[in-house]
């Protein structure tokens, strides 16, 4: 069973509304990563993080997308204004290190946007 | 360019029959290799690695992969699979940094009773 929890599992939204998730790290894993997963099975990474700082973004995060890793508090991953491209499994994944170690996947949040 | 190719998308094999699922990539420098497992709706789940020495390496549920330099390959292997084995799997490459794992484009293996 997956120690990575993501929050929503399902959420609809009109184009132009706001939708958020949330990801919970698995304990002791200071690096985390958000992922988009569109229906073909393809893997666009979005941002990753250790602790609360940014490590990498695509272009798109910074621009329409918003996430942050607060400390003691779930991390989250925002579209400010969705859109229908935007519809997709959003997976969150944690690991322990810095290095190219394990990733561990929480189940994802599915977004449809309508 | 680093990229990583499944050249087959959809395999089908019967219960008991052995398989390979492959992956291909194009990457310098030290690297990982892992191999993930997808069932449908759901999050992804760790099989292997590879990173140095042994290039044969054993995974969870009886699967292995190995690890090629020649011809830049991590194929995954299972002798007998199961019905359960029914899944996607995602071979996975990063560098030995912060650099994200960049993801195969899948393959869907079908296992018939």
């Known amino acids: 069973n997956s120690k990575v929890i993501q929050t929503p599992r399902y959420l609809v939204k009109g184009q132009g509304q706001k939708a958020k998730m949330r990801c919970i790290p698995e304990?002791?894993?200071?690096?985390v990563f958000w992922y988009q997963q569109n229906k073909n099975n393809e893997f666009k990474f979005l941002i990753n993080?250790?602790?609360?700082?940014?490590?990498?973004q695509i272009d798109m995060t910074e621009k329409r997308f918003s996430a942050e890793c607060p400390s003691n508090s779930p991390c989250s991953l925002e579209i400010q204004s969705s859109e229908a491209g935007d519809s997709a499994l959003y997976l969150c994944?944690?690991?322990?290190?810095?290095?190219?170690?394990?990733?561990?996947f929480g189940e994802g949040s599915r977004l449809i946007v309508v | 360019t680093q990229t990583v190719s499944q050249s087959d998308a959809h395999v089908t094999v019967f219960e008991g029959d052995s398989v390979e699922l492959r992956c291909n990539y194009s990457?310098?420098?030290?690297?990982?290799l892992s191999w993930y497992i997808q069932h449908h709706g759901h999050g992804l789940q760790f099989l292997l690695k590879?990173?140095?020495?042994?290039?044969v390496v054993q995974g969870v549920n009886g699967f292995e992969a190995e690890f090629s330099k020649s011809d830049s390959s991590f194929h995954l292997r299972k002798a007998s699979v199961h019905w359960s084995d029914s899944a996607v799997y995602f071979c996975?490459?990063?560098?030995?940094?912060?650099?994200?794992?960049?993801f195969g484009a899948g393959t869907k293996l079908s296992v018939k009773p």
């Open positions: 994944a944690s690991r322990r290190d810095s290095s190219g170690n394990t990733l561990y």
């Open positions: 304990k002791g894993h200071p690096v």
């Open positions: 993080f250790q602790n609360q700082e940014v490590l990498q």
């Open positions: 990457y310098g420098g030290s690297i990982y």
């Open positions: 590879y990173y140095s020495g042994n290039p």
């Open positions: 996975a490459v990063s560098s030995n940094n912060n650099n994200a794992p960049r």
